[in-house]
């Protein structure tokens, strides 16, 4: 006997069966402050979150809040004051190779060849070039790319670039792919494609991924989950499960239910950014303002 489930138990079992997984990226009570002028000031406030093994986490939240700021801690890249960080178990002391940044500008090696900047990390990890060269190829393969082996980067389009850079970071084989807004430069068509062609490596391969964005509609078509953060200081809003499996052709913003997690994440969003403005009312403003009488024209 088939049993069917609805769209919603079966949504429900995916997220049962992910958070029954190991958990990959353990944050607990992370806390960092940059120096100012006035004193230290809090950027990231005691930010907890756990994300499960092959699940696609999506961080959306105000410019400004510290999202990089919370991708480069995770990253190694910046040591934070309080709260510890664990990738599989085990605690962050700087970067490592467990863990495989993509920025959003791009950052190819411009003197080295497509192949070359995928065999990159894996020449630095003393691999044998034949196999560094095998391994690279197969990165390529994954990415569609295998016939610009040869090429530079200055003669690929913006979202080639981004690909090789996809695949240079997986070369190491991390267990995290941590990625700070890495479509936002390329146009709407081009990010669309870079979009469905991340899920279907993401889909094929053991990795979790955090993705940094700052647009809602990406946050919903990519993500497992999605950490909503508020500005001043950066700390979490909420953590949301994103009620949609993954049909065949990619999620349509036309479904109903992407539909209502959109506006709730804009709710969410709008709410946190008046109560940032209300407070800023009572600064003095510095910018003096055109008066009645001083028009230009
Ligand atoms: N090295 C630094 N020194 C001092 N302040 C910093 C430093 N890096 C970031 N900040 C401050 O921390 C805050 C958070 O910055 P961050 O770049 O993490 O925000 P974000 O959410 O990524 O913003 P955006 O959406 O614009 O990319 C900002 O106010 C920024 O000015
Ligand atoms: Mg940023």
Redesign the pocket.
């Known amino acids: 006997m088939s049993v069917t489930l609805t769209n919603q138990e079966a949504v429900a079992a995916r997220f049962a069966r992910l958070k029954a997984r190991e958990p990959i990226l353990q944050v607990r009570g992370l806390t960092k402050t ?3 002028a006035e004193g230290e ?1 809090t ?1 990231l406030d005691r930010i907890d979150l756990v994300t499960h093994r092959r699940e696609f986490l999506c961080v959306v ?10 991708i ?1 801690t995770i990253a190694g890249l910046e040591d934070p004051q309080g709260g510890d960080i664990l990738v599989a178990g085990q605690p962050v002391h700087g970067p490592g190779p467990d863990r495989a940044m993509v920025f959003q500008g791009y950052t190819l090696f411009p003197w080295l060849t497509v192949l070359g900047n995928v065999m990159f990390g894996l020449r630095m990890a003393n691999m044998a070039s034949t196999e560094a060269k095998r391994q690279a190829g197969q990165w390529l393969d994954l990415v569609g790319l295998e016939a610009y082996a040869d090429a530079y980067p200055a003669q690929l389009s913006g979202g080639m670039k981004q690909r090789v850079a996809i695949a240079r970071a997986l070369a190491i084989q991390p267990r995290i792919l941590l990625m ?2 890495p479509f936002s430069a390329l146009d709407a068509k081009t990010r669309a494609r870079m979009q469905s062609y991340l899920v279907d490596i993401w889909s094929k391969i053991d990795i979790t991924v955090v993705f ?1 964005t ?1 647009d809602l509609d990406e946050a919903v078509l990519l993500a497992d989950r999605i950490l909503v ?1 508020k ?1 001043n200081p ?1 700390a979490v809003v909420d953590l949301i499960e994103v009620p949609a499996l993954r049909p065949a052709g990619g999620r349509s913003l036309e479904d109903p239910a992407l539909k209502a997690t959109l506006s709730r994440l804009e709710d969410m969003i709008h709410r946190h950014e008046r109560a940032a403005t209300d407070d800023e009312e009572t600064i003095t403003p510095v910018v003096r303002l055109a008066a009645a009488g001083d028009e230009v024209n």
Request: glycine share 18%; net charge positive.
């Open positions: 940059f120096p100012t000031r950027v939240g105000p410019s400004g809040c510290g999202k990089s700021t919370l480069r700070d807004e940094i700052h953060l500005a950066g």
